[in-house]
């Protein structure tokens, strides 16, 4: 390992990359992808918001998804990125602690956000006359705004911890951004019940949001199953596979990283897989939802149009 000389208020982020040749030509591949996300989701964010036609819970839920690849792509990338190209890999104490915080916050909302896009087709395809009841604006604000707020309250418990933890010699984080079980390996004394609380937080906001996800999709494939129309399944499919797809991006790598015992993790693994839900799944996110929704490219031909147009 290096030998660092930062200060010991300051941590130390390893990265994601050796700093060889081979790093720079990883580094030079990624970086495309962190700005196709950072373009991707922000053009998904302003089109849901420009355009009329798509303020329904349909879409205002899949914006909320974009926002979290957008603030996620922001909290992780940079910082690794500048330390690998300017070798200074220190990261301040608070500025540590923050990325924590956003991180976990943004871990906790899309797992609560992605439940609530799955009972939103539940309810479209299972119970039609009722959606306008079940699903209206309100509740679905209330739904964002539900898990925003449980996110940021587990988040916030979770870095008031790590912040006063009594941390070893030793501030090196052997990850690209602080991850609090990176950061949990570095701490003196018995962290024992911290580790159960992240466990617990795992479940709720990992476990429990997956099975009421498996729940309603299970009731949306019966329903299907049952429909007259052709077109009606086809559509209904066409939607649920969207949704299926980002949830198994999602739950995958969260899963196997944070449900796994800690004598089978390692640090190489855990950053590949944080790769892939802090900059691939952010990436693949806008290609989901814009190419195979008719109606989100005729929205973006919609608010061309009005550009254009104002333009001239």
Request: glycine residues 6%; proline residues 5%; positive net charge.
């Amino acid at each position: 390992m290096e030998n660092y000389t930062q200060p010991l208020t300051d941590f130390v982020l390893l990265g994601l990359f050796p700093p060889s040749r081979a790093g720079l030509v990883l580094f030079t591949l990624t970086f495309p992808v962190f700005l196709m996300a950072l373009v991707g989701n922000l053009c998904m964010v302003l089109l849901i918001l420009l355009d009329a036609h798509l303020h329904t819970p349909m879409y205002l839920l899949p914006s909320q998804l974009s926002l979290l690849y957008l603030i996620y792509v922001c909290t992780t990338v940079p910082k690794m990125a500048s330390g690998f190209l300017s070798g200074n890999k220190s990261i301040s104490f608070i500025g540590c602690g923050l990325q924590a915080f956003f991180f976990v916050t943004l871990a906790g909302a899309e797992g609560l956000i992605l439940m609530s896009m799955a009972y939103d087709r539940y309810v479209a395809i299972c119970f039609p006359l009722h959606y306008p009841i079940r699903m209206s604006r309100r509740v679905c604000v209330l739904m964002v705004l539900g898990s925003w707020t449980a996110a940021a309250v587990n988040a916030c418990a979770h870095t008031v911890y790590i912040l006063r933890v009594s941390y070893c010699r030793s501030r090196a984080i052997d990850h690209f951004f602080c991850d609090i079980p990176a950061m949990l390996s570095l701490a003196c004394g018995d962290i024992r019940v911290h580790e159960y609380t992240v466990f617990l937080s795992t479940v709720i906001f990992l476990l429990i949001p997956s099975m009421i996800i498996a729940f309603s999709y299970g009731k949306v494939l019966l329903a299907v199953c049952r429909m007259r129309s052709r077109e009606g399944r086809k559509k209904a499919y066409a939607t649920c596979s969207t949704h299926l797809t980002v949830v198994t991006l999602y739950y995958a790598p969260f899963a196997y990283t944070y449900l796994r015992p800690k004598s089978l993790r390692s640090p190489a693994e855990d950053k590949v897989l944080a790769v892939v839900y802090t900059i691939l799944t952010p990436m693949l996110n806008p290609v989901i939802y814009s190419l195979r929704n008719k109606e989100v490219l005729g929205a973006l031909g919609r608010v061309r149009g009005r550009i254009c147009y104002e333009e001239l």
